[in-house]
């Protein structure tokens, strides 16, 4: 029988009155019962939610780490591409002024060949001032001449254009070139030998 009988034993004379109350208590109970159970459900839901959120939290914060990291690493590699960015900068900017000597160093070689080195060019230019010295013109012997200046075709220097090579000997005692353009490389080395030894 039901736990509510003896309520009802000594009160009501008339069992269908008691039995309809036992039984609408009975009901209440019931419905007391599966309320406290679907309570208990939530209640692990929501523990089991809460669970689910701190593995969540903890996750975050995983990533969190990771992407400190990450961003660390990231600016660290930033600055490893910023400097060998520097490095191919300067690389280049070293080919060029390597490059530019390079070239250079051929001009310069043309032009000693031509025998038009800084020091004949210095023989060679002649600033204009307002006192002109005075100079006198001569042929450009051979070698093989042990004069001054020859009188003679056949013992003077031959241009590339076949005209006679001449000089200027100043009275301070410098020479250039005239028309050094048409100097053969046998003209600048016999210039280099009667005039600069």
Known sequence: ???????????????????ELITLLENRDEKIKNLNFKIYRMERKDKKKDEEIKKHEITIQELLKSL??????E?????????HMKKEAEKVKAEKVKAEKVKAEKVKAAKFSQGE????????????????EHFTTRMLPLDSYNGISPNNLCDAHIGH???????KVYTSGRV??????????????SFKKRYWT
Not at 75 to 83: G, H, Q, S, V
């Open 117 to 132: 080195t800084k020091e004949e060019n210095r023989v060679d230019y002649v600033k204009k001032t307002e006192n002109e």
């Open 176 to 189: 250039e070139k005239i028309n050094s353009k048409n100097w053969t490389t046998a003209a600048h080395e």
């Open 161 to 167: 254009s076949g005209s006679r090579l001449y000089v």
């Open 75 to 83: 600016e660290r590699f930033n600055e490893l591409k910023e400097l």
């Open 68 to 73: 400190d990291k990450f961003s660390s690493i």
């Open 1 to 19: 029988m039901s736990a509510y009988l003896h309520l009802f034993e000594k009160h009501y004379e008339t069992p269908k009155i008691a039995t």
